[in-house]
């Protein structure tokens, strides 16, 4: 167990990564797809959409690798864990990874689903402040209890909770323009969308 266990979060890190990033990825659009078939079927169960499970899958996939190296390369820029570090660890997750994973869940889940670049320009345009809002009000607080409570042996479950859970969110807004347009007071803007060169 222990032998295996070195292995995942050893030499096998950047495939683990990979992996998890892909399941819990689908674990939340499938709840996602759940609270959203509740919420707006008056109908009997709407059945899950497999291939938005399966297209989500990918795009949590490659999320895995990007966040994989950022880390890494986060922890040779910040080595050690003082409390100077671990703020300045959260400074550069909030104001350079947030906004990088942002774009490009945006884009290749909207690449993905067949949208064009221009569509993909008007979705980001339109959800990206709610996104980066609840960013802010997630992973800060997130990171610190993680660093100053969490014992070190279950801080990939704990952040791997959260994350699942904010996946949810991620699937839930991608899905649905309108809960945006009601956070923002700003409907989609049609035009953005029309003139599509796909
Ligand atoms: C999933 O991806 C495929 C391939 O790009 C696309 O044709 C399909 O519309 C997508 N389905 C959903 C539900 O996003």
């Known amino acids: 167990m222990r032998r295996v266990w070195k292995l995942l979060f050893g030499r096998y890190l950047l495939v683990t990564n990979t992996v998890s990033s892909g399941v819990l990825m689908l674990v939340g659009d499938v709840a996602a797809q759940?609270?959203?078939s509740r919420l707006e079927s008056k109908s009997t169960s709407l059945g899950l959409d497999?291939?938005?499970?399966?297209n989500m899958t990918l795009v949590g996939l490659s999320q895995g690798p990007l966040h994989h190296y950022l880390y890494k390369w986060m922890d040779v820029l910040l080595p050690g864990a003082s409390v100077r570090t671990v703020f300045k660890k959260i400074a550069i997750d909030q104001f350079a990874i947030s906004p990088i994973f942002i774009v490009t869940y945006l884009y290749s889940a909207g690449l993905l689903e067949g949208a064009s670049v221009t569509e993909c320009t008007a979705e980001l345009r339109h959800k990206y402040w709610t996104i980066y809002t609840?960013?802010?009000?997630?992973?800060?607080?997130t990171q610190f209890i993680n660093f100053y409570l969490i014992s070190p042996k279950y801080r990939v479950l704990y952040i791997n909770a959260i994350t699942m859970l904010y996946n949810v969110f991620l699937c839930y807004i991608k899905h649905n323009d309108d809960l945006v347009t009601q956070l923002t007071g700003k409907?989609?803007?049609?035009?953005d969308s029309s003139d599509s060169v796909s």
């Open 187 to 191: 409907a989609r803007k049609k035009e």
């Open 34 to 36: 759940e609270i959203e």
């Open 134 to 141: 609840a960013d802010w009000l997630v992973w800060p607080p």
């Open 50 to 54: 497999w291939q938005r499970m399966f």
